[in-house]
C-alpha cells in the first residue's frame, strides 16, 4: 500500500540547485526508511542518501556538503536538496522505501528497499 512520487528535477548549470521531494500515499508513514538512489545511462544504481526511522541521515561520500536528505512527517515527504551542483551528478534520481528493521535504517544498499518511485531527472550541463 505505498506510493512513491518523485518531482523537483530538472536542468541546471554546474553549481546550481534543485530540490527533489518525494511523496509518499501510505498509512503509517513514520515506521518507513526511506533513502535516494540515482542512476546514470549506462552505469549502475548508486545510494545517494537515506534516512532511518528516527530521522537520522547518512549520506554517500560525493554526497556529503552538497546532497542533504530531509524529511517532513506531516506531509509525508521527503527531500533531497542539492546544492552545488556537477555534471557527474546527472542521473535519475528514484526515492525508495522499506519498513524499517533492525540493521536496515540508513542503507544505501538497494536490495533493502521494497518500495520505488519512477523517478525525476535531473540534468547538469552548461
Known amino acids: 500500500q505505498v506510493q512513491l512520487v518523485e518531482s523537483g528535477g530538472g536542468s541546471v548549470q554546474p553549481g546550481g540547485s534543485l530540490r527533489l521531494s518525494c511523496a509518499a500515499s501510505?498509512?503509517?508513514?513514520?515506521?518507513?526508511?526511506l533513502a535516494w538512489f540515482r542512476q546514470a545511462p549506462g552505469m549502475e544504481r548508486e545510494g545517494v542518501a537515506a534516512?532511518?526511522?528516527?530521522?537520522?541521515?547518512a549520506h554517500a561520500g560525493f554526497a556529503e556538503g552538497r546532497l542533504t536528505i530531509s524529511k517532513d512527517n506531516a506531509k509525508k515527504t521527503l527531500y533531497l536538496q542539492m546544492n552545488s551542483l556537477k555534471p557527474e551528478d546527472t542521473a535519475m534520481y528514484y526515492c525508495?522505501?522499506?519498513?524499517?528493521?533492525?540493521?536496515?535504517?540508513?542503507?544505501?544498499?538497494?536490495?533493502?528497499?521494497?518500495?520505488w518511485g519512477q523517478g525525476t531527472q535531473v540534468t547538469v550541463s552548461s
Open positions: 534516512m532511518d526511522e528516527d530521522g537520522g541521515p
Open positions: 501510505v498509512d503509517t508513514y513514520s515506521m518507513y526508511c
Open positions: 525508495a522505501a522499506a519498513l524499517c528493521r533492525n540493521g536496515g535504517g540508513g542503507s544505501l544498499a538497494e536490495d533493502e528497499y521494497d518500495y
